[in-house]
């Protein structure tokens, strides 16, 4: 389906407004466009035939009165009109807005591997945003003067049936002119939305690495590669531009200028008899309609390039929204028992270029099971398919002798809580992070959650409490404030499996020291996976898996692979070697 009929499909959700809208337009248009007869009519019947005793003021008085009476029941109408039409508007854009962002939600974790963040942002903000301008703008006056020129043809052909035909002229010319304007504007807007895209993208990389940058010093080489992007957008700008100014009122004043030559050509004699006779109100109707003709066709013409940049902008929307992605369930289960098996499971984030080859290994309730390896040996690969970010390529992956497939991803997480290494924060409070906005947890879990991880140690310098505001990423808080909290928000769901990826890497020995204890009193009756590069943090752990280019090489306890003499061995000396020097 095309990008057009699309935008209508959006448009006809809110029919009511729009026709109601359309329908008070049509009368307001035809009140308007009775000016020039009632004008006519005072000029040929009244002013044009007074007798030598003077005007009759009587009947063009009540002319006069319904002409102005016109003028205000129009521009009621139109009051109306454009507020239905402008309502209609702005809830079309409302909803494609909350549908787009609904369904960003819904988009598998890889289709964000390859998107930037700022293209992203660009489909939901600026796309959307010249959509609404096609709404509220471009249709809105399409609608309207599309409206006038009826509007005015209708009456010239009433005036004279011949000199209308030939003013149907304007129309192909219209026609070709937005025709031959789109093939070349569509491509060049592709090329303007894209490079704005690409600046957004450009921005929120820089914002978000504005430290990196700034420490490595890299300001100027981040400038010349943004200068090249926006010179890029400036040059085709200036492209569309030149056309624009080449036709849009140039355009205009061409054909109404051929329009007055017809017009002088025929009422100046050409198609007229000798006993023809052109009265003075007939001219001046006749004037005034041209001369109103031309406003709408202005406005419809001025209008192509804001049209052409909505749909390619409905075009980048579209194609997201034609994205495959997967409906949100609410659907409860039992909480897990969180008896966790993987059965031969192989996995490639691209093609067959396999991270995780031949997986098998099982996690029984309460079991604290850790993963091991050297950067890229797999270990958050198979945290990612055991929360559903990523399906196998092949083999299965069952909780509590389910196949996780045959849930949707919201059931199967439903039970499970994670800690990332890099713990984000959401703008909010405190509270507000760790309940992520769930009535089912109250202040007193939260306050519970927070003491069961050391919360003392996030809360003693924050004179509000859980009420203490938090900025994006929590970026006013230190690595352990916000680790610790992040602990408390996956506790404060009661998980029947937990996840800690990399969860202490970022944390100082103390603070490690507390959730350490925190964690031996809250994983009973817990399946714990942790992935540790600390090796001394999973000491106790029930069984430690040892991978390598995403193979199990080694598994068993801490003691059972030192005895073992293995890979888990050197890198358990290596770091107790370091540790000894440091010391």
Not at 234 to 247: E, M
Not at 383 to 404: A, C, E, V
């Amino acid at each position: 389906m095309s990008t057009g009929k699309r935008l209508v499909q959006y448009a006809w959700h809110y029919k009511k407004f729009i026709m109601t809208g359309i329908l008070l337009l049509a009368f307001a248009v035809a009140a308007d466009l009775m000016g020039p007869l009632i004008a006519k009519k005072i000029i040929d019947d009244h002013i044009a035939l007074a007798s030598d005793d003077g005007l009759d003021f009587g009947p063009v008085v009540m002319l006069l009165g319904i002409f102005i009476s016109l003028a205000v029941v129009t521009a009621i109408l139109r009051y109306f009109q454009y507020l239905l039409l402008q309502n209609a508007a702005n809830r079309i854009v409302q909803k494609m807005r909350n549908d787009l962002y609904e369904h960003i939600q819904r988009l598998p974790i890889r289709y964000f591997d390859n998107l930037p963040a700022g293209k992203v942002v660009a489909r939901l903000t600026n796309d959307t945003e010249a959509i609404r301008n096609l709404y509220v703008t471009v249709l809105s006056q399409f609608a309207i003067n599309g409206m006038y020129i009826t509007g005015i043809f209708i009456a010239l052909f009433y005036l004279d049936p011949k000199m209308g035909a030939i003013t149907l002229f304007i129309v192909p010319i219209i026609y070709v002119w937005m025709k031959l304007y789109r093939g070349f504007a569509s491509k060049v807007n592709h090329i303007i939305r894209g490079k704005v895209s690409d600046m957004n993208a450009m921005i929120n990389e820089s914002i978000n690495g504005m430290t990196i940058i700034q420490a490595f010093r890299r300001e100027k080489q981040m400038e010349e590669e943004f200068r090249e992007l926006n010179d890029t957008h400036y040059h085709y700008q200036n492209k569309l531009l030149k056309v624009i100014a080449a036709t849009s009122y140039n355009l205009v004043d061409v054909i109404r200028s051929i329009t007055f030559v017809f017009f002088i050509w025929y009422f100046g004699g050409a198609s007229l008899s000798a006993e023809s006779i052109v009265s003075v109100g007939m001219l001046y109707a006749f004037v005034d309609y041209l001369t109103r003709l031309f406003n709408p066709v202005t406005g419809i013409v001025n209008q192509f390039e804001q049209l052409e940049h909505s749909l390619v902008a409905g075009e980048r929307v579209f194609r997201l929204l034609d994205r495959e992605g997967e409906p949100v369930s609410d659907t409860k289960i039992a909480r897990y028992r969180g008896n966790v098996r993987f059965e031969e499971v192989w996995f490639a984030y691209k093609d067959e270029e396999y991270v995780l080859k031949n997986i098998s290994f099982e996690a029984k309730q309460g079991e604290t099971v850790a993963l091991v390896g050297h950067t890229g040996s797999g270990k958050s690969s198979i945290m990612n398919l055991l929360f559903r970010f990523y399906d196998p390529s092949k083999g299965t992956i069952t909780i509590d002798g389910l196949d996780i497939e045959q849930m949707s991803r919201q059931t199967v997480r439903d039970h499970m809580g994670i800690v990332l290494q890099d713990p984000y924060l959401f703008s909010g409070t405190v509270a507000s992070n760790i309940s992520l906005g769930d009535e089912r947890i109250t202040s007193e879990q939260i306050q519970a959650a927070l003491d069961a991880v050391g919360g003392e140690r996030v809360l003693q310098h924050l004179p509000k409490g859980i009420d203490e505001e938090v900025v994006e990423k929590g970026s006013t808080l230190s690595s352990g404030q916000r680790q610790l909290i992040s602990f408390a928000r996956a506790l404060a769901f009661d998980p029947a499996i937990l996840i800690l990826d990399e969860a202490t890497s970022n944390i100082d020995t103390e603070t490690e020291e507390i959730i350490q204890h925190a964690m031996d009193v809250l994983k009973k009756g817990r399946t714990t996976f942790i992935i540790a590069h600390r090796l001394s943090t999973i000491k106790s752990a029930d069984r430690i898996i040892v991978l390598d280019s995403g193979e199990i090489i080694e598994q068993g306890t801490h003691e059972e692979l030192l005895a073992l003499g293995g890979q888990y061995a050197q890198m358990y000396q290596l770091q107790s070697g370091a540790s000894d020097k440091l010391a």
